[in-house]
């Protein structure tokens, strides 16, 4: 890892100063001052990356779920994919889903082909993605949270014509579908084998809507392969709407660039070593987990997936063995008071020696920027040692900000790299919104991220701002191939966000 001078963490570009503004700032790191627009050259999409790390790790594990035994109604080891396996399904997908749109369902408008997705995650659900990369439609992924009026709406605004869904969401679509003009088609991510399913089907017919098991997809690509198609950094990937809770969700507009260029923040790569994983469950309808799993990717990581029980989540890590953990603050204080509980919390005699060894721990940390302090690790190890796994060598912190007591004690009392990023849907994810200055935190407080450029900006109407204060301060502004392309079917609130008269590629503003 190299040496990073906190103090020094950007720059500002020459001529960039304006009255009422600061200069615009950049990334200090970047060997050469550029605003970065992929994570390799010549990339322009998802699949570009897949394709890269296949050439390299064919057999490797990819994409694994743990497997149900229903005897004892327990969850067992990973059942893995290879990379090679993965590509195959992609392939198939993506040419199963142009043949439905081209020759089932009759409509040749394949630039106007938006899929929605509305399930947990789970390996269909990255070649979903990967497919709509390689193939160039759009996904529209849906929270399973999401309450009946906002899926509706969001599913009417996009005119999604295919909807993918679990099984047990497949009669709520149905139930849906007569206000759905546009939907032809359910995907379910399940089998309809069983018995009890055959009323799916009748009703299905019934309501002029096509129903087929995803695997039933992947059939019709391999009997009427497709090769993939060209894309343009520009083209539409992904809408992406938020939650809705100040009126209706919006619809961010993200491209196969404005993914590839969130991605450059990651300073330092994961670790290519076989076997090296990662868990993938926070919701790939999200930012966040969209971009976990695409960094795993790019570095040949195993994708193994939660069995969707959020009281099993640390039992799905320890069997993973994940080299880095990625999380929202509500687990990561949830895993703060566990820790401090029996460690520094503890009562007695335990807690003090704790308590003293820690403080111990922390000052060496301080001193050295070590993470290894053979007193505290002994100690602690008993108590500590295997809730997020032997592999752990990193966290990741995103969607809000965590309490900075929070991050310290974490990275001292785990012994792990601990990196933060805060940032939105619309600018793509970790690291976007930026002030100057933390030691500790490497994104979210620290340098600008790799693929923008911010400035703040006098707004003297908000109640902090004053002017006795050095700084301008009160908007911030970023810049950079991250930035959303702008709201889907929303030109008034497009205009309102990115300020496409200061610059061509666009400006955000945040609060």
């Not at 040496?3 to 050469?32: C, M, W």
């Not at 990967?130 to 969001?154: I, K, M, R």
């Not at 497949?170 to 939907?183: E, F, H």
């Not at 911010?454 to 970023?478: A, F, W």
Request: charged content about 20%; glycine content about 8%; aromatic content about 10%.
């Amino acid at each position: 890892m190299s040496i990073i001078d906190y103090n020094k963490q950007s720059f500002v570009v020459p001529g960039t100063e304006r009255n009422g503004q600061t200069g615009h700032y950049r990334n200090a790191f970047l060997p050469d001052g550029q605003i970065k627009t992929s994570p390799k050259p010549g990339f322009t999409r998802l699949y570009d990356i897949f394709q890269h790390t296949l050439k390299k790790f064919r057999n490797r594990e990819c994409l694994g779920i743990r497997q149900f035994d229903e005897k004892t109604r327990n969850y067992g080891d990973y059942l893995w994919q290879t990379y090679e396996q993965v590509n195959e399904r992609i392939t198939n997908f993506g040419s199963g889903i142009l043949h439905l749109k081209l020759n089932i369902i009759k409509d040749d408008q394949i630039e106007k082909l938006i899929v929605g997705i509305c399930s947990a995650n789970r390996p269909e659900y990255h070649i979903v993605y990967q497919s709509a990369s390689a193939y160039n439609f759009t996904v529209c992924p849906l929270y399973e949270s999401l309450g009946p009026n906002n899926l509706e709406y969001c599913l009417t605004h996009t005119e999604a014509s295919i909807v993918i869904v679990a099984k047990s969401h497949v009669q709520y679509m149905l139930n849906l579908s007569g206000k759905l003009p546009a939907l032809k088609a359910i995907i379910t991510l399940d089998s309809l084998d069983d018995p009890a399913c055959k009323f799916l089907q009748s009703e299905a017919s019934q309501k002029n809507i096509l129903l087929y098991e995803f695997s039933q997809i992947e059939k019709f690509g391999q009997q009427h392969f497709r090769e993939n198609v060209s894309v343009h950094s520009d083209d539409l990937f992904i809408i992406m709407y938020t939650s809705g809770t100040t009126g209706l969700p919006k619809g961010v507009m993200l491209s196969h660039g404005n993914l590839l260029a969130a991605m450059c923040p990651v300073y330092h790569p994961f670790d290519e070593a076989p076997g090296s994983r990662v868990l993938s469950y926070l919701p790939m309808a999200h930012i966040f987990g969209v971009m976990t799993e695409s960094i795993a990717i790019m570095s040949g990581i195993s994708i193994g997936y939660s069995s969707g029980d959020s009281n099993r989540l640390f039992e799905d890590i320890q069997t993973l063995q994940p080299i880095a953990f990625s999380g929202v603050p509500r687990i990561f204080n949830k895993l703060y008071k566990s820790i401090r509980t029996v460690t520094i919390d503890a009562p007695g005699k335990e807690g003090e020696i704790a308590r003293r060894a820690y403080q111990k721990k922390l000052a060496h940390f301080k001193k050295t920027g070590e993470l290894k302090y053979e007193e505290w690790d002994k100690l602690a190890g008993k108590n500590i040692r295997g809730i997020l796994g032997k592999n752990i060598k990193r966290m990741f912190c995103s969607a809000a900000a965590l309490s900075e007591d929070v991050m310290e004690f974490l990275k001292i009392a785990l012994g792990v790299n601990f990196v933060q990023g805060y940032g939105q849907t619309e600018s793509t994810g970790a690291g976007s919104r930026i002030i100057m200055g933390d030691p500790i935190i490497l994104s979210h407080v620290g340098a600008p991220s790799p693929c923008v450029e911010i400035k703040l900006v006098d707004v003297p109407s908000l109640n902090y701002y004053s002017t006795d204060k050095p700084n301008p301060r009160g908007e911030i502004c970023l810049i950079g191939a991250s930035i959303m392309k702008g709201y889907f079917k929303d030109e008034k609130k497009t205009k309102e966000t990115i300020d496409k008269v200061c610059c061509q590629a666009g400006i955000i503003h945040t609060y």
